[in-house]
């Protein structure tokens, strides 16, 4: 009988300690699992937070107004003013711990502490659980800066072959800028194609599919051969915001050729003319032959419609203006006008600005002086066949800077 109630004792014991293990893991499933949503919800809060803080940063609110936004989402979501902080530039984070954006004013970090309290762990000695998360979003708004990182010659095709060709006895410098090839085609023309004889120098030059130097000759003609593009965009693109041009009043053009800006025939600009300063919105197309002359500074030609091709001994002299909301564009082809344009020059062709048509394939043709192009071009294509020689030459100043839209993007 002694043995049996002994016995008994031992079950007793036996049994506390089973509760005891079974309310551990009540503990470990309820508390645990609070917690845990707890956490989902709170980061949830604290990505929304860093959303709402870079879009008020982006649309050009104050600091007080980019932090009133953050905590708002996060009162909104139950974490309180006390348990909410937004840090710009971002500091470390949870746990002191690091992270790549600390000190970059384009970046806000919204960190949320928050407790949650227990049930059946307070039996073990635990009467809250805490969480710490972090979310880190971008925020930048509208501004300018140059188009395609600077390069002098820019093809936006997307997936195309023979997005750039470089043809036959072609001898191109590039300066200031480097030649982009948008189009990720691994065809086997390639999106960048040479053949021929071509000499092509450049400070840079990439694309983003195969390129093909003279016909899979990696060592002709080409130099720095192409790596790798940074980026590829999409088409029609989104990572700046076209210009809008519009003309208000009727061009003019005199019996000298003297014209004045405003809407006109693009056939206005064949012969000998002058073009006063100013925005010209040319409708059609215009073939400027041997022998006319065009001179003209600060101005911008404007196709709606139509395209220019200029044909060789045409004598060329034409700048971009300098100052106003179209500084830098010279000649510009909306994306709705996919005209081909049609650049055969001479020593005597002169343009300084922007050439910006990126519906259109560019071709440029002609013996051209060292100082020919003092600009940036950008089309759909680009085709330098073979009778190009000249020297492309892009500096910022001469040149039109986009504008980039507000970009807003959660991080981390």
């Keep these: 009988m002694k043995t049996r109630r002994a016995q008994q004792g031992q079950a007793i014991i036996l049994i506390v300690l089973a509760i005891v293990g079974m309310v551990g893991l009540v503990a470990l499933a309820v508390d645990g699992g609070n917690a845990f949503a707890d956490r989902r919800h709170a980061q949830s809060a604290a990505d929304a937070a860093a959303l709402a803080a870079a879009l008020a940063s982006a649309s050009g609110g104050t600091t007080e107004a980019i932090n009133n936004a953050a905590l708002g989402i996060a009162l909104d979501n139950g974490y309180g003013y006390q348990i909410t902080e937004v840090n710009n530039p971002p500091q470390a984070g949870c746990g002191g711990q690091t992270n790549i954006y600390i000190g970059n004013d384009e970046y ?45 010659m820019v093809s936006l095709n997307p997936h195309d072959c023979r997005a750039v060709e470089v043809g036959g006895d072609t001898d191109a410098t590039l300066l200031g800028g480097g030649l982009f090839v948008n189009s990720d085609s691994t065809c086997a023309q390639g999106a960048l194609r040479t053949n021929g004889n071509p000499d092509f120098t450049a400070p840079s030059a990439c694309a983003n599919g195969t390129a093909l130097i003279n016909l899979g000759n990696p060592m002709s003609g080409f130099y720095p051969l192409p790596t790798a593009c940074p980026t590829h965009y999409d088409y029609p693109p989104t990572n700046i915001i076209f210009p809008t041009v519009t003309c208000t009043t009727e061009g003019t053009r005199g019996d000298d050729g003297a014209l004045t800006p405003g809407s006109m025939p693009a056939s206005w600009l064949s012969g000998d003319v ?52 179209y500084a830098g564009l010279l000649i510009y082809q909306p994306l709705a006008n996919s005209t081909n344009m049609i650049l055969n020059g001479t020593a005597d062709t002169v343009f300084s600005g922007s050439i910006l048509a990126p519906a259109a394939d560019i071709q440029l043709n002609g013996t051209m002086d060292l100082n020919t192009f003092d600009s940036q071009i950008i089309g759909y294509t680009l085709d330098l066949s073979g009778t190009f020689e000249g020297t492309i030459r892009y500096d910022d100043n001469q040149n039109y800077d986009a504008t980039v839209p507000p970009t807003v993007e959660i991080i981390k």
């Design 274 to 325: 002058t073009l006063a300063p100013g925005v010209y919105c040319l409708s059609g197309s215009v073939t400027i032959n041997g022998h006319d002359s065009i001179a003209g500074d600060g101005i911008l030609l404007y196709f709606i419609d139509g395209s220019m091709h200029i044909n060789g001994d045409a004598d060329i002299h034409i700048s971009a203006a300098t100052t106003g909301d």
């Design 108 to 152: 806000f970090q919204v960190i949320i502490h928050s407790e949650v309290d227990t049930y059946f762990a307070r039996v073990l000695g635990v009467e809250r659980l805490q969480n710490c998360v972090e979310a880190i979003a971008r925020g930048t708004p509208a501004h300018t800066e140059p188009m395609y990182f600077g390069n002098a």
